[in-house]
């Protein structure tokens, strides 16, 4: 008996030990948010590959994108699609161009159209300010990734909820789920990050090639607009 008893407890203790790990505590909403605060202010700037997944609730349709994302602070971005179709989204100092190559056409932007802290661009290279323009919820983790929703105090009807992925070590954001008023959703993936690359600042300019039509919506009143991202 003694030595069957020896031989259930032996049994018992391997099987704990084959057990996975507790995960540890998730953080709170508000040290996620002050991590990618803190890691961001830090960083100078980034280059990394993203694939974009945009969904059209009404109608089902799904579009993928793939491309190169460059940062630099305080806000200059190059937005490189490369694929189905070459996009490219800049923004410098003085304005906003998108240039899409198979139509020709290039629009122009005032810059005043990323200022606001609720922009798509801010949320994704995390320069939004989390903590004073949205109410935060923690909605644990996926994977390695620690899951920060974040709701607009104010929302606009472009962003009324965004889902951050975040990496809890580096602090650096990996994902992000952008829903608007319409229920369509905005997912960009980084597939690779390089904080702090360096980023020439011609990356930043853009002067529309010969023969490519230009719509100028900054000094032209009235001219429609579109989504940008």
């Known amino acids: 008996m003694p030595n069957r008893l020896c031989s259930l407890f032996l049994v018992l203790l391997l099987s704990l030990a084959l057990l996975p790990a507790a995960a540890g505590p998730a953080l709170a909403a508000g040290d996620i948010a002050v991590t990618i605060r803190d890691r961001y202010a830090a960083l100078g700037s ?23 994302l460059y940062f630099k602070k305080p806000l200059f971005i190059s937005w490189e699609t490369k694929k189905p179709a070459a996009e490219n989204l800049i923004i410098n ?55 920060l929703t974040l709701y607009p105090k104010d929302p606009v009807p472009t962003l009324v909820e965004a ?14 789920v952008i829903t608007d008023f319409y229920g369509n959703e905005n997912d960009v993936r980084f597939t690779s990050f390089i904080p702090d690359a360096r980023i020439p600042d011609k990356t930043f300019r853009f002067t529309p090639p010969k023969g490519v039509d230009v719509e100028d919506r900054v000094e032209k009143s009235g001219v429609e607009s579109r989504d940008l991202f």
Do not use: M
Not at 51 to 59: A, M
Not at 126 to 136: H, P, R, V
């Open 46 to 68: 980034f280059q990394a590959e993203f694939t974009q997944y945009l969904l059209h609730r009404e109608s089902g349709q799904k579009e993928k994108r793939e491309g190169t």
């Open 163 to 176: 889902r951050l992925y975040v990496d809890p070590e580096k602090g650096y954001i990996q994902r992000a």
């Open 93 to 147: 100092d003085r304005e906003i161009w998108d240039y899409i190559v198979d139509e020709g056409v290039a629009y122009r932007y005032p810059r005043e159209l990323v200022n606001d802290s609720r922009s798509l661009i801010q949320v994704v290279t995390g320069q939004a300010l989390f903590s004073q323009d949205f109410d935060l919820a923690g909605t644990g983790t996926e994977g390695r990734l620690t899951v």
